[in-house]
């Protein structure tokens, strides 16, 4: 069986597919306008990608060469044109829970980064400054109330780290119920936007973790930033469709909101490039490149669950996870 890996992929998911017997052809660096060619070209069974774009053009290629299945190396699969496969009998798959604890510890580290303004304090040492007098106050997390949107493996691990903090924890999430609250030890947070909106003023922090889909774009706008506390910490480690980032600048900047932002509307897909966001410019903004998942013990984890899926596939035509 042949498997196109179109990203960068863990010598061990290469390791277990060869081991399989797949015939593995490696194309990180194929942009997402040139898959398409790459699929022609190789005709294989298997697509892998992390953040590489899928896109019908690919799909179509992909029908007509044979494909059967495309696995995102991830949670999230916005990145696929799902429909698309759909129509073309294509499966599509991803590897949901092998990432949550890496994008629970950033935003955590975010969170604590906003907090003691560690960047701006690194900033200015490096630049031979020493100002204690300026970062030697902080407000303290603990105690603080912080509200979870989106209560899926991720949120759950933010919730026991935030809970290993002294922070209390909200759920707020579209299967929110009272029982799987008390399970948790948090506070129901119900289900809906209105609920949602009503909890936002008595909230310190707001993090979020919701998938990018229709109902979650632009979900965090100028209603939502003009509910939330001022001075409150905006976390961001989901995707950049869920928010507007011009009502987030006018919020921090007339509400003194402080955002840790691992993800952007309008972000590249390039690995490297020269690009700049005007978020990322204002005061109280600490900022990633949109590597929450990007740990070596989660890209082990999901490698492993790329393997089982195509082990499966090969063996029974069934595909695991599948989304569409």
């Known amino acids: 069986m042949k498997v196109l890996i179109a990203d960068k992929f863990e010598k061990a998911g290469h390791d277990g597919l060869a081991a399989l017997g797949c015939e593995i052809s490696s194309q990180p660096d194929v942009t997402a306008d040139a898959l398409k060619d790459a699929i022609a070209a190789f005709a294989p069974s298997v697509l892998i990608v992390r953040s590489k774009k899928v896109q019908k053009a690919a799909i179509e290629a992909g029908a007509g060469a044979g494909l059967k299945g495309i696995i995102r190396a991830g949670a999230g699969y916005d990145n696929i044109d799902c ?12 590897c949901p829970g092998t990432n949550s604890v890496a994008v629970a510890e950033l935003t955590m580290g975010l969170l604590v980064c906003l907090d003691r303004r560690i960047p701006e304090q690194t900033a200015e040492l490096k630049n031979g400054q020493w ?20 209560m899926g493996a991720i949120g759950r691990e933010v919730t026991r780290r935030a809970q290993a903090f002294g922070i209390h924890v909200i759920g707020h999430s579209l299967n929110m119920t009272r029982d799987r609250a008390r399970d948790l030890g948090i506070e129901h947070g119900g ?41 409150a910490y905006f976390i961001n480690t989901a995707r950049g469709s869920v928010m507007s980032e011009a009502a987030l600048r006018d919020a921090i900047t007339t509400r003194k909101l402080r955002a840790g932002l691992d993800v ?12 700049t966001t005007p978020t990322a410019a204002l005061p109280g903004v600490v900022t990633a490149h949109h590597i929450g998942a990007s740990t070596d013990q989660a890209q082990l984890a999901v490698a492993e669950e790329v393997i089982r899926i195509v082990k499966v596939f090969k063996e029974t035509g069934r595909w695991e996870n599948r989304v569409n």
């Open 83 to 94: 429909a698309a496969a759909a129509a073309k009998n294509i499966a599509a798959c991803n």
């Open 131 to 150: 100002n204690k007098k300026t970062y030697a106050v902080a407000r303290g997390l603990k105690g603080m109330t912080m509200i979870l949107i989106g």
């Open 191 to 231: 289900s809906t936007r209105a609920e949602l909106l009503a909890l936002l003023p008595r909230c310190d922090i707001v993090s979020l973790h919701v998938a990018a889909n229709k109902e979650s774009d632009h979900m965090c706008n100028a209603e939502f930033f003009a509910a939330m506390k001022p001075g």
């Open 264 to 275: 952007f509307e309008d972000e590249p897909a390039e690995g490297a490039c020269a690009w």
